[in-house]
């Protein structure tokens, strides 16, 4: 596969996550990244950027936003990492649809669909010609690649995706962790289980820890016990443990857990998890919509 040039609209948590994946990948034989261009919203967040990958400052260029078009323009692939809410500015900024013709779009945008995707890319009018094969790919990683542990779930037409972009797609992620393509019709659920589902557990893993402190346990302690054993029950379950078989083997009669599981159920903890991972579905059904 030929070197390539990304450019990285948007360098906050995740945008700053994926450019250190492609700067300093665990697989370099797959795909070559020989510069990257990343855009930014001020000068102190160029600072930041800059410095962060200073390392990497021959292959690395940060740019302004407002320099959005030049970094489309000198790209092969174009990432989105910017707000869903600027989604319209910036694919509709003068000279950027034109930029993005014939280019791989990937897009990190919360609530984007590829249907929507392809009309920002092309504007209300309708496609023709090569446009009918447009290369958009929705995605969305959690914060866990920032320690390259992340879940990054990716969608597009699989018709209409050539294999060389499916492989720099699937390789870009992979280097914040593991990649994997679903359909997109159970995307928005899938996405809301990556990207909210640990923020319920460090809710619960919270309250944990409030218990443990009010029972005479120094915090760092405490954290260090109740994550630790977390992920460790947790790497049972895609070993082939059900959560609920794995519940009934650790709650023995009469015993401590059978207690705090019992005491879960009257506050009715399950189904408040199980509504609110629906909520949010729903609420990313709602912004793809929009």
């Known amino acids: 596969m030929a070197p390539i040039t990304v450019a990285l609209l948007g360098c906050g948590n995740l945008g700053s996550a994926l450019a250190g994946g492609i700067l300093s ?16 919203g001020t000068e102190d967040s160029k600072r930041r950027v800059e410095e962060q990958f200073d390392k990497h400052s021959s292959r690395l260029t940060v740019l302004l936003q407002q320099e959005n078009l030049r970094a489309i323009q000198e790209a092969d692939v174009v990432v989105f990492a910017v707000k869903p809410a600027k989604r319209e500015e910036v694919f509709g ?18 609530g984007t669909s590829t249907k929507e995707l392809s009309r920002l890319a092309l504007g209300d009018q309708p496609p023709t010609g090569d446009q009918l094969a447009l290369q958009v790919v929705r995605a969305m990683p959690n914060m866990a690649a920032k320690i390259r542990e992340a879940v990054t779930l990716f969608t597009a037409d699989l018709n209409t995706l050539t294999k060389e972009n499916y492989e720099i797609t699937s390789w870009l992620f992979n280097q914040v962790g593991e990649g994997q393509c679903i359909p997109e019709a159970t995307f ?5 289980l990556v990207g909210c589902a640990g923020s319920l557990l460090l809710l619960a893993v919270d309250g944990l820890l409030d218990a443990a402190v009010a029972e005479g346990v120094r915090r760092p302690e405490a954290t260090k016990m ?13 070993a082939g443990n059900h959560p609920s078989v794995l519940r009934e083997k650790i709650a023995s009669p009469g015993g401590c857990s059978i207690r705090a599981l019992l005491e879960l159920e009257k506050q009715g903890v399950r189904a ?12 990313s059904k709602q912004m793809s919509k929009s």
Do not use: Q
């Open 25 to 40: 990948p665990a697989d370099k034989a797959t795909v070559a990244v020989t510069r990257l261009i990343t855009t930014v």
């Open 93 to 110: 900024a003068p000279g950027a649809r034109e930029a993005l013709r014939g280019k791989l779009i990937i897009s990190i945008m919360a």
């Open 188 to 192: 928005d659920i899938s996405a809301v």
């Open 226 to 238: 109740a994550v630790n054993s977390a992920i460790g029950m947790m790497k049972l379950v895609p």
């Open 272 to 283: 408040a998890f199980t509504r609110a991972i629906l909520a949010a579905a729903d609420r």
